[in-house]
C-alpha cells in the first residue's frame, strides 16, 4: 500500500486533469474526499475506484457495496471473483460494516476493514492460488500487481505504460 500512498497526488492530479464523460465520473468520486479530506482509507477507497474507471473498466465487476448482511448472501453464488462491502448508511461513506472477499461463489474473508487492504489480499490470494485475473479488469489487476505491488514491473501492457510514465512525469 506504499506505493499506492506515493503515487495517490498524482493520480488524483491526473483524475482532476482528465475531461469528458470519463471526467465527469472521476470528478464524483472524487467529491467523496470532500466529506473527510484527511482520511487514509477513504483516499486509498478514492483513488482505486478513480485508477478503475480511468482505466475503462466497470468497478462493479469487482466490487459490490450492500447495506445488509443478508443482501451479500444472495449475491455471493453468483460471483467468481470480487470484493463485498457492507455499509449500515450507503448515504455515509465512513460506516463500514464489513468488508471482505469472494471467490468461486464462496465468501473466503471477511473483516478485512477497507476497500484497500481488501484489493491487497485478493491480489495475494489470486497470486497464491495462481487464479487468472478476470478479463473484464485486466487492466486494475495489472496495476494493483506491477505499480503498486512492483512484481514483474518492467513488463507492462500500453495503457499501464503510460499510466506509469504520467506518474514518474
Known amino acids: 500500500m506504499s506505493m499506492l500512498d506515493q503515487y495517490t497526488p498524482k493520480l488524483l492530479g491526473l483524475f482532476q486533469s482528465k475531461g469528458g464523460a470519463v471526467g465527469e465520473r ?3 468520486n ?10 487514509i482509507s477513504l483516499k486509498r477507497e478514492v483513488v482505486i475506484l478513480c485508477l478503475m474507471d480511468y482505466l475503462g473498466e466497470d468497478k462493479m465487476a469487482l466490487i459490490k457495496e450492500y ?3 443478508d443482501l451479500v448472501w444472495d449475491d455471493i453464488p ?13 448515504s455515509n461513506d465512513d460506516s463500514l460494516e464489513d468488508v471482505g472477499i469472494v471467490l468461486e461463489g464462496v465468501k473466503v474473508m471477511s473483516g478485512l476493514g477497507d476497500l484497500a487492504r481488501a484489493c491487497s489480499a485478493l ?9 487468472s485475473y478476470p478479463k473484464e479488469l485486466r487492466y486494475t489487476f495489472e496495476a494493483f500487481q506491477k505499480l503498486f505491488v512492483e512484481v514483474e514491473g518492467t513488463k507492462l501492457s500500453g495503457k499501464l505504460h503510460t499510466l506509469r510514465n504520467k506518474l514518474l512525469k
Do not use: E, F, H, W
Open 26 to 28: 472521476l470528478k464524483a
Open 30 to 39: 472524487m467529491s467523496i474526499l470532500l466529506k473527510d479530506p484527511t482520511s
Open 67 to 69: 447495506c445488509s448482511d
Open 78 to 90: 453468483q460471483q467468481v471473483m470480487g470484493i463485498y462491502m457492507i455499509r449500515k448508511d450507503p
Open 123 to 131: 491480489l495475494g490470494l489470486t497470486y497464491s492460488l495462481n487464479l
